[in-house]
């Protein structure tokens, strides 16, 4: 073993106050981890940081994936030293029409991130609605949380309030409750249902778990019927409740421990 790595270990048995030794690792984190976990981006996105050369482990330059991060190293991003243990913040907001949802725009358009500007985390949206759809958006700075929720393997139940032109009739809603294909894929088994039938337009719930681009728009496309409006009510069991559009709200610690259960 070098003097360094006898060192490391020691350091980490030290500083630890564990009793695990030689075979401590519980102190290591991966660097796109680490980056997340300090709020600055999601996992991907720090992947992207990394291999631009935008991240420093104790003032040099690490490319490399799967590099660590130990207790007592200094990591910093564009030059700023972030912290892994930086304030956790989880909002609801309701989206309202014609936001985009993203933190900045180059064509200076509302953003998400003008919902929050009074919070002094920066925080960014889990997942995407569309410019025209309204709803729930949740928006924090925890990027192990946001890349768990948005990881295909363990995308969550959404629910979307949909106002569609026409009759949904019961041949179509069969075909959404089995699966459509919207161009190349073919979606999940998703819960249906018509609140309203109105002689010209439907109001449907619809509750789906994948997160495909507009990928409701593109279902009842898929069956005929355009969707004129819609709303996110619901992720898993978060809901969006009275909350005005324009508006956020905390999270509860039952919520955020309900996400991260998920
Ligand atoms: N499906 C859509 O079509 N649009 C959204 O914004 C979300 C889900």
């Known amino acids: 073993m070098t003097v360094q790595r006898h060192r490391f270990r020691r350091r980490l048995f030290y500083l630890c106050g564990c009793f695990h030794g030689r075979t401590c690792y519980n102190h290591l984190m991966r660097l796109n981890k680490y980056i997340a976990s300090a709020g600055v981006c999601s996992r991907r996105k720090a992947d992207e ?3 631009n050369g935008n991240v420093k482990i104790n003032g040099a330059v690490v490319r490399e ?4 991060v130990e207790d007592g190293d200094v990591v910093s991003v564009n030059g700023t030293e972030i912290r892994a243990d930086a304030a956790k913040v989880y909002v609801a907001v309701n989206k309202p029409l014609g936001y985009i949802t993203s933190m900045n725009d180059d064509k200076d358009r509302p953003t998400v991130a003008d919902l929050v500007a009074d919070i002094p985390e920066r925080l960014f949206p889990v997942g995407r609605l569309d410019y025209n759809t309204t ?8 990027g192990e949380l946001t890349y768990s929720l948005t990881h295909p393997k ?4 959404k629910t979307y309030i949909a106002t569609v032109a026409g009759v949904l009739s019961k041949a179509r809603l069969a075909k959404l409750r089995k699966g459509v294909d919207i161009g190349g894929f073919v979606t999940s088994p998703a819960q249906v249902r018509v ?11 619809i509750a789906i778990h994948e997160g495909k681009n507009r990928q ?14 819609l709303e996110r009510v619901a992720i898993g069991d978060i809901k969006l409740g009275r909350l005005l559009q324009g508006h956020y709200r905390k999270l509860t610690r ?5 996400l991260k259960s998920l």
């Open 216 to 229: 409701v728009r593109k279902m009842f496309a898929a069956v005929g019927n355009k969707v004129q409006s």
């Open 254 to 258: 039952a919520e955020i421990e309900y």
């Open 154 to 157: 363990h995308e969550v139940n």
């Open 49 to 51: 940081l990394i291999a």
């Open 65 to 68: 994936m799967g590099a660590q």
């Open 135 to 142: 709803g729930l958006l949740l928006m924090t700075n925890d």
């Open 195 to 205: 609140i309203k039938q109105n002689p010209r337009s439907a109001v449907v719930e």
